[in-house]
Every structure is written in C-alpha cells, then in structure tokens.
C-alpha cells in the first residue's frame, strides 16, 4: 500500500470514528469488529480489507485523538433515524480532500459508504462492524 493510500485510508478510518459517536443511534456498546474496504478506480487490483477492534462505549464509543490532528473540518452532520450522514475538508501534505459519508447503526453492527475526493479521483470505502463481545 503506497504513503498516499495509507494517509487516505487513516483519515477515512478517523472519520468514522469520528461521527459514530452519536448516542441516540440503534447502537449496543462493546468491543467491536471494524472492517474497511477501498476501492480505487484504475487500480488493477483491489486492496485487501483492513480490520481494527475498537472498545466503543456509551461514554466514549470510539477514540478520536487522530481526527483532531489531520487538519479536519466535519460540515452538515445529521442524524436521521439510524443513520449519520457528513460532508468533511481536509488539507494535508498540501492536498485538499473532500469526503462524504453515511453509516447506518442496526443493535451490534453498522455499516456504511465513505467517499473521499483526491482531485480527479474519488476513492470509495465501504465500512462494516460488529460487535464481538465487551470490551476489555
């Protein structure tokens, strides 16, 4: 995986950390399987899917220390229903992002569709989790 793609995947990753700390969601706290799948038009081959585990609490459902620190700004996040909804700009490395997002929460699992604009490209990142017992 290149620098680029690593920095873009992080950030994608950090947003969902981000906006999944709604507490009204269909959401159980726990510790909680995250896997993320990008997909890169004009890649020849798809990268493989990256998982985490993740202790998301009513108090704290996820860790957001790097989200502050990548030069981040989250606009028109809302909530309908179960399902979170944003727009974000980032600058980093003298490169501007642009990404959408949206996450549904179902009891012990989510998923979503995260889309990040790079200049001409737009990478996708399709995001599932479940909870896998309580955390530790």
């Known amino acids: ?31 909680y399987e995250i896997t993320s799948k990008v997909e890169m038009p004009g890649m020849p081959s798809s990268l493989p899917p990256q998982t985490v585990i993740q202790c998301m609490t009513k108090q704290e459902p996820v860790h957001t220390e790097n989200v502050a620190n ?9 909530t309908k229903g179960d399902t979170i909804s944003w727009e974000m700009e980032c600058e980093q490395q ?36 479940k909870r896998i017992g309580d955390c530790k």
Not at 7 to 29: H, K
Not at 119 to 128: D, E, F, M, R, W
């Open 1 to 31: 995986m290149s620098k680029k793609t690593a920095i873009i995947c992080g950030m994608m990753l950090s947003m969902f950390l981000l906006v999944s700390t709604s507490w009204a969601l269909d959401f159980v706290p726990g510790q």
């Open 70 to 78: 990548q030069g981040c700004k989250v606009k028109n996040l809302t």
């Open 94 to 129: 003298g490169q501007k992002m642009k990404t959408t997002g949206q996450i549904t929460y179902s009891g012990n699992t989510f998923q979503g569709t995260i889309k990040t604009s790079l200049g001409p490209q737009t990478i996708t990142t399709v995001i599932s989790g």
